[in-house]
């Protein structure tokens, strides 16, 4: 059973592992930025700290250096130890514009984007799938959205090919994050699949 909270909200872990509320936004995603080799922890505390002293927390969300715990025994002690997955790199989960843009790639340290189109184009994003893998290798869960929608219940189309139709929920699929709704059209009732984020209750 699907449960709670507004469907603009979702359960989202920060990079220290506390809770927040973070809203669901289809244009927040991760990239990638190269710096120098040994210097990604400070290109972090950079970043966070030109993002709050220029206002930019509504547009980049969370920087995290890839870690991963290794085992390793020395003098026949057993110590877990971070260590970093992919040196030279960090991530950035943010949503891009000319503004955001500009403040991660002029931060002191960071050398680039990764996945660059070309010279002075914006930067493809990772994928969600290779964004899922990471996260889960960190510990830390992609933010998921929580909705109260139920079969039959009216829904208006908010973004997409069908903004401002209505129609009723006939399937939901909570892993993927879309739902089946039955939305007349030309007097025909047509089954469309939606992302959650595309509707709200009627």
Known sequence: MIEEVDETQATALSADGADAAAPVDPDRKWYVIHTYSG???K??????RRIKSMNMQDFVYRVLVPMDKE???KDGKRREVEKKVYPGYVLVEMKMTDASWYVVRNTQGVTG???SPGAGEKPLPLAEKEVKT???QMGIETPKLM???KRGDRVKVTSGPFF???GTVDEIDAQKERLRALISIFGRETPVELEFYQVEKV
């Open 39 to 41: 210097y990604e922890n």
């Open 134 to 136: 990471i996260l889960k």
């Open 147 to 149: 909705i109260d929608f």
């Open 71 to 73: 085992v390793e025994f």
């Open 43 to 48: 290109v972090k505390a950079n970043l966070e």
């Open 164 to 166: 401002d139709f209505t």
């Open 113 to 115: 984007f990764v996945g």
